[in-house]
Nanobody, 127 residues
Framework: QVRLVESGGGLVQAGGSLRVSCTVEGSFTMYTMAWFRQAPGKERDFVAGITPTPPGETTDYADSVKGRFTISRDNGLKRVNLQMTNLKPEDTGTYFC???????????????????WGQGTQVTVSS
């Protein structure tokens, strides 16, 4: 049974920084991992993704967070992190960690391509 557990959300002022983490109980190293976020009444949107290591990880970001957010993974700890800087009120939402359905595939921005999700952690950015 695979489980993803997020942590690290909270309340921060605009311009501030926050880091959210996701620890995986189960297989990790062979899977692309991603972060999505969902604001109230809106769809779940792709934020960032990271491929497995090896052969050499690659990352991808939504245009709205490029240059501000950084995704990373620690295979020893089975953890994927999302470092968020220069936060804006529009970054507010519930952040979900997700594991790609099939091993060794690349990053997808479609939530349908991920079949294992965490419970989410709330990030609120005040103006």
């Amino acid at each position: 049974q695979v489980r993803l557990v997020e942590s690290g959300g909270g309340l921060v002022q605009a311009g501030g920084s926050l880091r959210v983490s996701c620890t995986v109980e189960g297989s990790f190293t062979m899977y692309t991992m991603a972060w999505f976020r969902q604001a109230p009444g809106k769809e779940r949107d792709f934020v960032a993704g990271i491929t497995p290591t090896p052969p050499g990880e690659t990352t991808d970001y939504a245009d709205s967070v490029k240059g501000r957010f950084t995704i990373s993974r620690d295979n020893g700890l089975k953890r994927v992190n999302l470092q968020m800087t220069n936060l804006k009120p529009e970054d507010t939402g519930t952040y979900f960690c997700a594991r790609r359905s099939i091993t060794w595939l690349g990053i997808s921005s479609s939530a349908d391509d991920y079949n294992t999700w965490g419970q989410g952690t709330q990030v609120t950015v005040s103006s």
